[in-house]
């Protein structure tokens, strides 16, 4: 079967990308597989008093609960089932995690900016790092005005 993936973060511009890669995959008849990335921060010195492994943790538990209710909102918007969903939570960078993810996919769907900070930029950098290194076509969808 035909596979979508589409990157979540909870941004207006993954929300976006959301939306319009569950419409896709159903016209398309395909699966939708949601991904959503996240990544630790090395702190050096935490480890050496114990916070490093419950920090950890902790980030692990807030991405897989963003993860989660991007799924059960979804399900809530579309309660007929007409897409079949998947999600993954991945740990590692974005961009090179999204491209490993849709190695296998038909497409790629990402916002055009997440939480990052140059709010006047066109693309973000997971956006640019997709679009330049995807071997799959990429979608970028920017939220709206």
């Known amino acids: 079967?035909?596979?979508?993936?589409?990157?979540?973060?909870?941004?207006?511009?993954?929300?976006?990308?959301?939306?319009?890669?569950?419409?896709e995959a159903a016209l398309r008849s395909a699966t939708l597989h949601l991904v959503h990335c996240w990544d630790y921060p090395y702190y050096g010195t935490m480890d050496a008093i114990g916070l490093d492994e419950r920090f950890r943790a902790g980030v692990a538990e807030g991405a897989q609960a963003l993860l989660d209710e991007t799924v059960r909102k979804l399900a809530a918007e579309h309660p007929d089932g007409a897409v079949t969903v998947t999600s993954a939570l991945e740990q590692g960078g974005s961009g090179a995690s999204l491209l490993r993810a849709a190695?296998?996919?038909?497409?790629?769907?990402?916002?055009?900016?997440g939480h990052g900070g140059f709010v006047g930029l066109l693309l973000g950098s997971v956006s640019n790092t997709v679009v330049a290194h995807a071997k799959v076509p990429v979608v970028v969808v920017h939220p709206p005005s």
Request: aromatic share 6%; glycine share 14%.
């Open 1 to 23: 079967m035909t596979k979508i993936v589409v990157g979540v973060d909870g941004s207006a511009g993954g929300d976006a990308a959301l939306q319009w890669a569950y419409e």
């Open 103 to 113: 190695e296998d996919a038909e497409l790629l769907v990402v916002g055009s900016r």
